[in-house]
């Protein structure tokens, strides 16, 4: 699927709002099943640039098209009414003049929809009192990184029931800021606590010590469960920013990771395309047919398998585990793997001989060999003696 053209030089933002899309959706049809009201609210509403009217293209139009798509479809498929709500919150009063109207100009639909004007840290208790105890999932998305999501000024949201979180790292600016003096006291009051770095860390190595340290400092304060994707630069192997999710049930890991296994699949198509474009745009039209020969290529996809193999089987002895939605959360939260590698990874074992499901008969599941939970029963897998 192509880039949209509203997106076009800021694919990044394409990136964000599709796993955005597609987590809600799953999200909202889950809870809404249990819940008779589900809050969203969005801390950093915007909208900034010169979108389409309907702001379809921005994180306000897509929540609430999910949130009345997913009204609409819960009454249909399963008979029940949910409430949906929606607070945007907003700094700059430019940007909220614009969600105002936009927001007053909407058709009736089942959502109700709101905005307060201010800085969110400022106004935590008001949005407390406004989720009333409900499920409420939060989105938090900066153009900054310093104090607006650390543990400590999210810890009132973070001590609250019934609530996810997706919350943006903007980690090519804190990149910049981690070797600069002037900025450690802000590092270390993200991360809570300071960093040791060397010259001989790799830009990977860097990247993995900051978000884990992230994660954890958060993690512990919501106690539960955390996961992240990453979101590149258009048209570069450069990680602009991390997407990290917070939940406090296995299944959200798992949800989570499904839907960030396919903005991967976009992310590649959005790079590619970035590229493309550029190439185009610098080459004269007699150079377009002999692109194959310029600097122009798809990124291939990094073939996870082996490292999903070694991870299994340092799981996996010849003792049964059972491999329920606790124990595939697990697996996905403690590694970078997607769910289809653990899959194809176990395919591949169960192939040499390695494994064996002590509970089924596997040998015609081509796509997933293990299903947790599903149906409703977990099985026991174990490696051969």
Request: one cysteine or more; charged letters at 25%.
């Amino acid at each position: 699927m192509p880039v949209p053209k509203e997106y076009h030089g800021r694919e990044q933002a394409y990136v964000k709002h599709t796993i955005l899309k597609t987590y809600l959706q799953r999200l909202f049809m889950i809870i809404g099943r249990k819940e008779t009201v589900v809050n969203y609210v969005d801390c950093f509403a915007g909208p900034w640039s010169e979108e389409s009217d309907d702001l379809k293209d921005t994180s306000i139009g897509i929540s609430l098209h999910q949130m009345k798509e997913c009204a609409d479809a819960l009454e249909a498929q399963f008979g029940v009414i949910v409430k949906f709500r929606a607070l945007y919150i907003e700094k700059d009063k430019k940007a909220f003049c614009k969600l105002e109207s936009f927001l007053n100009g909407r058709p009736h639909d089942p959502v109700q929809a709101s905005c307060i004007q201010g800085d969110y840290t400022t106004k935590i208790d008001d949005i407390i009192r406004w989720a009333s105890g409900h499920f409420t999932f939060f989105f938090i998305d900066p153009k900054g990184w310093k104090t607006v999501i650390s543990a400590p000024v999210l810890a009132p949201l973070l001590a609250m029931n019934k609530v996810e979180f997706l919350i943006n790292l903007m980690y090519d600016f804190f990149n910049r800021a981690l070797s600069m003096k002037s900025h450690q006291a802000d590092v270390g009051g993200l991360l809570g606590k300071k960093i040791d770095l060397t010259s001989a860390d790799t830009s990977s190595e860097r990247q993995a010590m900051v978000i884990a340290q992230y994660r954890e400092v958060v993690g512990e304060m919501y106690g539960g469960k955390t996961a992240y994707v990453s979101v590149e630069r258009p048209g570069m192997e450069r990680v602009l920013y991390f997407l990290v999710y917070l939940t406090r049930h296995p299944l959200g890991i798992i949800v989570f990771k499904q839907a960030a296994e396919q903005m991967e699949m976009i992310q590649r198509v959005s790079q590619f395309e970035t590229r493309l474009r550029a190439q185009i745009n610098k080459s004269p039209m007699s150079d377009l047919f002999a692109l194959e020969q310029d600097e122009v290529v798809v990124d291939k996809p990094v073939d996870n398998k082996l490292a999903a193999k070694k991870f299994l089987l340092s799981k996996l002895s010849v003792t049964p585990l059972l491999i329920d939605y606790d124990c595939w959360s697990e697996f996905l939260e403690g590694t970078d793997l997607y769910p289809t590698d653990l899959q194809l990874a176990f395919k591949e074992l169960i192939k040499e001989g390695r494994i064996k499901n002590l509970d089924a008969d596997v040998s015609r599941r081509r796509k997933n060999p293990v299903q947790p939970n599903w149906p409703r029963k977990s099985e026991r897998w174990a490696l051969n003696d």
